[in-house]
């Protein structure tokens, strides 16, 4: 192994959306590590002033293809909480119920598209194929029924449009429900399949104990709905996060970087799993146990097996969700509740698949935003990203150039980062002197 | 606000026998254009016109359109691409001439988990072969921006014609 390392890759493929990294290593020293962010999302919060309460939401989910149901629930929180609506607990089920399968599509992506290549040895999903065919299929499988359940409630797979401020516009029939509860049944075998490969895989060995950031309730697993929660020890209302969490536009990037009680936080499946484990479903938490997860985990490339066992909790939740919106059948005149503009502000605070997703809105008394702040989750993760590969790199230091760049490469995938909310164009530069 | 339970459009979706997808995101300037060309099949009613046409605002997500051609017979693809054209100019073909096209760079513009490439690619791997078209206009600005340019935007008409045309062949 030379002293010096001189490698480039460009791009990082497979991970959404574009950004640079450069690590610069002289005589087998960590001399200079960043990421960059050559774009900012400064852009969709000034787009967003002067516009009507019934906006935001559709514009927001624009703003990442795969977070689109995180955004427009974010969007939709901080309306309903600026303009003062209150919504009925049918509302609240269906919206737990959609927002459940973007975070089954979201995590089947990362987990068997984006990640099982590098953990198989293939260079991408293309190869994983020929390798792993029963990997692919189930992943397209789940990806479908996901995409179905969020067609079905949200009235589009993609950006839905039946969810809007206030509740539905459209509910889902009868049949509909009971289709939806049949084809979560059916993932389960696939589950079942994917838990005996993913048992097989070897994960490096590589722990970093950091801050870990998520929301927190009393009852659920919580991903539509509840308070911040620190691993450090503190709880707040999501409205108060300005109280805890700071963040700056620092001067290689012009994405905002985030922190709160220490220097970096950690925000996405991992933070989720070790704030909230004992809430998953009892189904979930043997997964986990089956793959030697346990809270609290500091090893980063476990995030995708916390991505999995989620997948387990949210259609075991969903189920449950549905039995309980079918005891009393769906009730029409419940389905959306009035809306009157009024001046004020209102934070909504949600678990994207990916972490903590922030929209700040204030209001005019005509019902239009005077001023909007976006934090995602992406953003959160960058400090703790740096502080994690300037800890892993002299542990691999040793290895070759090419097992370097993989390793690198897969410690930035872990984090499922999705630059696009943010910025395009990825390139990384492993930059040696 | 009235509330519908039909699921009429999706069964529409589903038994349909052409697919126009529109693939982008409208607030990346050029990049918008496939949907802006969905916005504007659905303002000209263009499902009730051609018979059999469904009309999808596919956004940005690559994998999502694997599953909606796994259930498609015909398909158009509208999106910003370089084929190696003039900014503004259009091109059509269909996907199996794409390896005709290899040398010449085609490259997907649209923020995609899984880029236009990768996501054919995939499907010839996994023996999905609908009969795909692909209309492409190469962009002059993919940037945050709710606006096409102007050389992009006069390009319209000529975009939904070339719709039609593969439609009523």
């Known amino acids: 192994m030379a002293k010096n390392l001189n490698i480039e890759v460009s791009p990082l493929s497979r991970v959404e959306g574009h950004g640079d990294l450069v690590i610069d290593v002289k005589n087998k020293k960590v001399e200079k590590l960043m990421l960059r962010i050559p774009e900012s999302p400064r852009f969709f919060e000034a787009m967003l002033v002067g516009r009507n309460w019934t906006e935001p939401s559709h514009i927001t989910s624009r703003i990442c293809g795969i977070c689109s149901v995180a955004h427009t629930y974010a969007s939709i929180k901080a309306t309903e909480a600026a303009l003062g609506i209150k919504v009925n607990e049918q509302i609240l089920k269906l919206r737990k119920l959609i927002f459940h399968h973007e975070c089954v599509q979201s995590n089947t992506l990362h987990v068997y598209f984006l990640a099982a290549p590098d953990f198989f040895g293939a260079g991408s999903v293309v190869s994983l194929i020929e390798t792993h065919p029963e990997v692919v299929n189930i992943a397209l499988r789940l990806k479908k029924m996901a995409n179905d359940m969020v067609r079905i409630i949200g009235g589009r797979a993609i950006h839905p449009i039946s969810t809007v401020v206030g509740g539905f516009t459209k509910l889902p029939t009868e049949e509909e429900m ?95 799993f070790n704030n909230n484990f004992d809430k998953l479903s009892d189904n979930a938490k043997t997964y986990a146990e089956e793959l030697g997860l346990k809270a609290p985990c500091y090893n980063t490339f476990m995030i995708n097996i916390a991505q999995f066992v989620e997948i387990i909790h949210c259609i075991d939740d969903s189920i449950k969700l549905i039995d309980e919106l079918m005891v009393s059948g769906l009730d029409e005149n419940k389905a959306i509740v009035s809306v009157k503009p009024k001046a004020g502000r209102g934070v909504g605070v949600v678990e994207a698949p990916r972490g903590l997703l922030i929209h700040d809105y204030t209001y005019d008394a005509d019902g239009k935003i005077e001023k909007a702040n976006l934090i995602i989750p992406t953003n959160m993760n960058y400090i703790n990203v740096e502080k994690d590969m300037a800890a892993y790199l002299p542990l691999i230091i040793d290895k070759s150039e090419d097992e370097i760049r993989l390793a690198m490469e897969m410690l930035i995938r872990a984090y499922d980062p999705c630059i696009s909310c943010s910025t395009h164009f990825l390139n990384v530069k492993l930059v040696n002197n | 606000m009235s509330i519908n339970t039909s699921n009429s459009t999706e069964d529409f979706i589903a038994k349909a026998n052409y697919k126009i997808i529109g693939f982008g995101n409208i607030y990346m300037s050029d990049d918008g254009i496939g949907i802006r060309i969905i916005e504007e ?88 072969r609908p009969d795909i078209t692909i209309i492409g206009i190469k962009p002059k600005l993919v940037d945050y921006g ?20 593969e439609i009523i062949k």
């Open chain 2, 41 to 128: 099949l659905r303002k000209a009613n263009f499902s009730d016109i051609f018979d059999n046409v469904a009309i999808i605002d596919g956004g940005t997500s690559g994998i999502d359109l694997i599953c909606t051609l796994q259930e498609s017979d015909k398909v158009i693809i509208v999106d910003a691409l370089d084929a190696g054209q003039n900014i503004g100019e259009i091109v059509k073909f269909k996907l199996n001439e794409v390896s005709e096209f290899s040398g010449r760079k085609i490259k997907s513009f649209s923020l995609h988990d899984l880029d236009l490439g990768e996501v054919f690619n995939l499907m010839k791997s996994l023996n999905i």
């Open chain 1, 178 to 272: 009971y289709q939806m509860k049949d084809m979560l049944k059916a993932a389960y075998a696939d589950l079942e399949t994917s838990l005996k490969v993913l048992k097989t895989l070897k994960l490096p060995q590589f722990e970093r104990e950091t801050e870990y950031l998520s929301i927190t309730d009393k009852k659920d697993y919580a991903l539509y709905d509840g308070d911040i929660k620190s691993s450090d020890g503190w709880i707040i209302d999501g409205k108060d996060y300005l109280s805890k969490i700071k963040e700056k536009v620092v001067e290689h990037s012009t994405g905002k970087h985030c922190w709160a009680s220490r220097d970096a936080f950690m925000v996405g499946a991992l933070s989720r």
């Open chain 2, 146 to 165: 709710e606006k096409l340019s102007p050389e992009i935007e006069k390009k319209i008409p000529e975009i939904l014609s070339r719709i039609k045309q």
